[in-house]
């Protein structure tokens, strides 16, 4: 089979029409949803890491964890086995992986974080919400993506707010204050409620 020359939209779009027969005969190919590859900036995820969890994804054939050694991974990525290893402590910390680590064996690797957070976002969107959806009904993840991180700065902004009030109505308030500087010969009385805050 040859590799497509043009793009024909009355094709179907399945992995061996878009990679041709022989890439898919390799065997294994690993699938990566788009609303991970839009999520990227909202998980604060660099490209190097990106790349890192991806192979690791490519390892796990079921639900359970994956297990490849930092070897193997910095044989695929082209980064130094110390470099994998810092990026997989930096995905730890930003709660996208769980790493178990195992005495003389490799590490395991669970990616529930990550699949719980996308559960998250993905099912943020109304189920009527045409602004989210293309013209064939697919949701398009960036809006979805997008619209999650809006609501959860609306949320953390609201909750922010009430903080504030919380303080302000807890600390005792004079209206006025005396305002002194030995600089500028200065000694009077200031209103607060002349000013807006």
């Not at 399945?14 to 890439?23: A, L, R």
């Not at 839009?38 to 994956?66: D, G, K």
């Amino acid at each position: 089979m040859e590799p497509p020359d043009e793009y024909h939209p009355e094709e179907q779009r399945t992995f061996i029409d878009k990679w041709s027969g022989p890439i898919f005969d390799q065997g294994a190919f690993t699938m990566v949803p788009n609303l991970l590859l839009a999520s990227v900036p909202y998980l604060r995820m660099t490209p190097s890491e990106l790349v890192v969890l991806i192979n690791i994804e490519s390892f796990r054939w079921n639900t359970r964890p994956s297990f490849p050694s930092v070897q193997r991974l910095s044989l695929r990525t082209g980064m130094s086995e110390r470099h994998v290893t810092r990026l997989i402590t930096s995905l730890e910390k930003k709660g996208i992986l769980e790493r178990n680590r195992r005495r003389y064996r490799t590490n395991e690797y669970d990616l529930r974080p990550l699949i719980e957070t996308l559960h998250d976002i993905a099912c943020s969107v109304p189920d009527n919400d045409d602004q989210t959806t293309r013209q064939n009904g697919r949701i398009d993840p960036d809006i979805v993506v997008a619209d999650y991180v809006t609501s959860l700065s609306s949320k953390e902004d609201t909750v922010e707010k009430e903080k504030l009030k919380k303080k302000k109505k807890n600390i005792p308030h004079k209206n006025i204050v005396r305002a002194t500087s030995p600089v500028f010969d200065l000694d009077e009385e200031i209103n607060l409620d002349d000013f807006e805050f």
